[in-house]
């Protein structure tokens, strides 16, 4: 599985994180290569030293979890799955899982992904669309 939050380089770089998985990551991956990234490390502010790179192996299944996932130069994957909740439930979760790091930055991430859905409408091109609450 690949996180895209190893990809994007900050609390401004979806669009970036999302561009660097189509155009390092994916190609390699779909000709059998190996592809190694350098990883953004979210506590330093910076991208992570030598020796933290992401390594994204060869296989049958590559599993992309994150926002950017859907964006429209990914495709075609074979399969999109969009989780989607109210962004009250969204905020909750993600200040549960990561604390008051994230809160401080919590209205430009949500700018970006409003930006990212009405140019990408991941939803409606979505194979499978799981709505939670």
Do not use: F, I, K, N
Request: charged share 25%; glycine share 10%.
């Amino acid at each position: 599985m690949l996180h895209l939050d190893d990809l994007y380089p900050g609390w401004d770089g979806l669009e970036a994180g999302a561009a660097r998985l189509a155009d390092e990551a994916l190609p390699a991956w779909r000709a059998g290569r190996a592809a190694r990234l350098r990883r953004w490390d979210w506590d330093a502010g910076a991208w992570s030293g030598a020796g933290d790179d992401l390594v994204v192996a060869p296989g049958p299944l590559l599993v992309v979890e994150g926002v950017g996932a859907g964006a429209a130069e990914l495709a075609p994957g074979d399969v999109l799955v969009w989780a989607q909740a109210p962004d009250e439930v969204r905020r909750h979760r993600a200040l549960a899982r990561d604390g008051e790091a994230y809160a401080p930055h919590w209205d430009r991430w949500a700018a970006q992904e409003e930006a990212h859905l009405r140019a990408h409408a991941p939803a409606a091109r979505a194979d499978v669309v799981v709505v939670t609450g």
